[in-house]
Structure formats: C-alpha cells, structure tokens
C-alpha cells in the first residue's frame, strides 16, 4: 500500500504505524518465545526432579548445560525455574555417579557466573552453598 500512495504527509504516517505495529509484534514475539523456553526448562526440572535413573538424570542433565550455552537469557531461565536448587541436590547426593554431578556443577558454574547481572534470586541457593562446595 505504502508504494501506491504519492502524499508524502500519509507516506509518513503509515510508515510510523507499519513500524510501531512491527515493535509491538516483536516484542510479543520475544515474549512468547521466553514462556515456551521457560516451559521447556521447567519439563527438564521436573524430569531430573522426578527421575530413578541415573541415565536419564545424566542425560538431562546433559540437556540443561548445553542451554547454558545460548547465554545469559536461558541461565536466568534456568534460574528462574529453581533449576540451580534441583541441581543442588544431585551434587550434594552422593547417590549419582560423578560424571552426572560432573554436568550439574557445570550447570550451576554456567548459572551463577560472575558475568551475569540477575544473581539476585540465588539467595536461596547461597544457604546451601556449604555443601555443595564440599561436594
């Protein structure tokens, strides 16, 4: 439509209206896009939470490290979820294997990184950081 009209003034205006529609659209999207990621992490979470098998806690275990890969926002998901204290307890549970409390300390190193600006919410976490040092 924009390249039919010839009033520079309407050309203008539309313009403005396209890109704000467009920001607006943007902005729902990165939203809709966090609550599904969000929703993923807190199926791992509970998986690991729920899980008798050391294979599939080690696997998905596995899972969540390489989400920290992808930066800042997915560890503060991550976070967010209470993933940090479900990975908390395998460390201290001298019940799985080393390689699995191998990747849920990765997991937390990626989590509680220095470099990350919403430490805020590990309060919880730090009560217990006596023992998972020790582990």
Not at 76 to 90: E, H, P, S, T
Request: proline share 2%; aromatic share 4%; hydrophobic share 40%.
């Amino acid at each position: 439509r924009c390249l039919q009209v010839e009033n520079e003034h309407v050309l203008k205006s539309m313009k403005a209206c396209v890109s704000e529609t467009l920001s607006t659209l943007g902005q729902h999207f990165g939203q809709l896009l966090e609550l599904a990621l969000t929703r993923e992490v807190q199926a791992l979470v509970r998986k690991i939470d729920a899980s008798d098998n050391i294979y599939t806690t080690e696997a998905t275990t596995g899972n969540l490290f390489s989400l920290t890969q992808e930066g800042a926002p997915l560890c503060r998901i991550i976070a967010k979820v209470d993933g940090v204290l479900c990975l908390a307890d395998i460390l201290t549970d001298d019940s799985h294997s080393e390689a699995t409390r191998a990747e849920a300390a990765a997991v937390v190193a990626q989590v509680t990184s220095p470099h990350l600006p919403f430490t805020q919410h590990l309060s919880s976490f730090l009560e217990s950081m006596e023992e998972i040092v020790t582990a």
